[in-house]
């Protein structure tokens, strides 16, 4: 830089950032040992925020609008400063800009597969990949934990350290959320929202907010996708039959293949493959023609007046209703509930006070 140049310089009076890009978070005012002359104009434009840091310390953050810097506008950094009694003079400061509009379109995807525990097939190992949006929603948190005092900070530098903590949440959002491996396919949408949830829990820290996230695709290795495809074709026949139904199919690729002994082997293979298909279908019938166990009796317990009382199956109930012993805001419980609960809150009771009159009015 030239002493032209310098002494131009020397005091700055305006504050501004022309962003012509599309993946720049943070810039830095760029100085050369020059001050910032106190009523310097400072322009904030939309979807941008600018954080005043003095000797590497946060210090005031400006929202998007046009400002004339004095220490009536500058509380934090006259603190600092200790301009008790008001500062004309020019001073130093570093000063970032941060964009707040959504950068969209980014891209993550497992680089290692991840492991789950399923119910039915064990351990099995996914790939996924997808995208999603965010945006910078506090500035000042932005650069203290994430951006630092780089001159200049893009998505990419931001996307290298969210990648990570994205497939972490994935990972656990899988696991917890109470869907089989084969059913991924069919949910990424629900998968998705479970997973944007857990990430906002994190990202709110860094000063970020995810905007959308998007599961795109989830692959397994092809034979647990053969395995899945044979389970959904037994429309839910147990285990045991999915083994007999791979003897079968053993079998039938024997039979295909005769060699020595010719149509005799073939015969023979014919017969056994009849026979545990035979069984297949009988087991099958039988389980189709045996009723499901009956539902369970329904009992009720009630407290009143301190005093438990009960049980009463749901063919009770309307008649203490009718008698008042049971009341709207009567305490009750059930197998399978953590706390006694208000009687009306209760899907199973709340259709019982429907019909019951409410108190006559008084005389008089």
Known sequence: MGLFDKLTHEFIDIIEWQDNTNDTVVWKFPRYQNEIKMGAKLTVRESQQAVFLNEGTI?????????????????IMTTLRGWKYGFNSPFKADVFFVSTKQFIDQKWGTKNPITLNDDRFGMIELRAFGSFAYKVIDAGKFIKEVAGTEGEYTTEEVNGQLRSLIVNKFTNAAGQGNLTVDKFAANLDELSKLCSDKLNEDFDQYGLKITRFVIENVSMPDDLKKEIFDYSRLNRIDMQKLAQFRTTESIETAAGNQGIGGMGIGLGVGVGMGKIVGEVMTNTTQQINTPPPPPPVVQFFTAVNGQQNG????????????????????????????????????????????NVPPPPPPVG
């Open 311 to 354: 049980p009463f199956g749901l063919d009770q109930l309307p008649q203490l209703v009718q008698n008042g012993t049971l009341k709207r805001d009567t305490l009750v419980w059930k197998a399978g509930m953590a706390n006694w609960t208000q009687a009306s809150t209760v899907s199973e009771l709340s259709n019982l006070f429907n």
């Open 59 to 75: 210090a005031d953050v400006y929202q998007p609008g046009m400002y004339s810097l004095q220490t009536e506008n500058m509380p």
